[in-house]
């Protein structure tokens, strides 16, 4: 055996033996550096969730008010700082979910107190009005200066068809889903969402799946967003078919129920 041979055959031996857990091994560094990195980058506002935010998903708006320089603008100095068009898919849906329910926060605490979000612009306090505080400029995400209506529709449902955002988008409004009290982030996002739609769709005062033996009463968060679920309510049942168990799952399966929809109450979700 000639030693070119020997050099070869000792490279393979070393490729074989010690290359395959060296790539393991740094394959699983970046995974790592990718969660921390990602989950640094929310950090701040998981903070404020956490101390803001009780179980129910309620804010205490007069600290956080009273608060808001230290706890809320530097996480929105960080939004518009940061640019996530290179990042993963669930990076970017989890950084533009966290910056609509931000700047939500901000619209709040920047008028309290309120009733309800609709009276943080000029005129009546009620919905569907020429000044709607979903279509005023809130401030800059991401370089450019945004309002709500474009994060939810322009950019969030017009990119990512992803339905169970409306589980996770929160217009501080007590029929709302509840708040997160953690920022959404790219590498948890998927188990983040599941968790927000079994919640929202197990919350009677905002779902009741049943109400009574041919009957379902949605929240009418998919009565405006159906479409986005399926054409008709008998996709929209057979969608939310996977948060239950049993009978109620069986017969959401089949659309075997007929569906109403509840009124909506656009109180704020305000820790009393």
Not at 9 to 21: E, F
Not at 158 to 163: C, K, M
Not at 234 to 251: H, K, N, P, S
Request: aromatic letters at 10%; glycine letters at 4%; charged letters at 25%.
């Amino acid at each position: 055996m000639t030693s070119r041979t020997l050099s070869a055959g000792l490279i393979v031996l070393l490729l074989v033996l010690g290359g395959v857990p060296v790539l393991a091994q740094e394959s699983g560094q970046r995974a790592e550096t990718t969660v921390v990195r990602d989950t640094a980058r929310h950090a701040q506002f998981s903070r404020l969730l956490s101390h803001y935010v009780n179980e129910e998903g309620h804010v205490d708006y007069v600290h956080l008010k009273r608060d808001a320089d230290s706890v809320l603008a530097p996480y929105l100095r960080r939004l518009a700082e940061m640019n996530p068009a290179d990042w993963s898919r669930d990076a970017r849906l989890a950084f533009w979910i966290n910056a609509y329910n931000a700047y939500t926060l901000k619209l709040i605490v920047d008028h309290h107190p309120v009733p309800t979000i609709w009276a943080t612009t000029p005129g009546p306090a009620k919905p569907s009005k020429k000044n709607s505080p979903f279509g005023i400029k809130l401030g800059t995400v991401a370089d450019t200066t945004r309002t709500l209506d474009e994060i939810e529709h322009e950019i969030i449902r017009e990119r990512f068809a992803e339905p169970r955002i409306h589980f996770a988008l929160v217009c501080a409004a007590v029929s709302c889903p509840r708040l997160r009290r953690e920022a959404f982030t790219g590498p948890r996002l998927d188990a983040q969402l599941d968790d927000q739609a079994r919640t929202f769709l197990h919350d009677d005062s905002k779902n009741r799946i049943p109400a009574g033996d041919d009957r379902i009463a949605l929240s009418r968060i998919l009565k405006w967003y159906g479409q986005d679920f399926g054409p008709s309510t008998d996709a929209l049942q057979r969608y939310v078919t996977r948060y239950f168990e049993g009978q109620v799952r069986d017969r959401l399966s089949q659309a075997d129920y007929t569906v109403d929809f509840l009124p909506y109450d656009w109180a704020l979700n305000d820790q009393k």
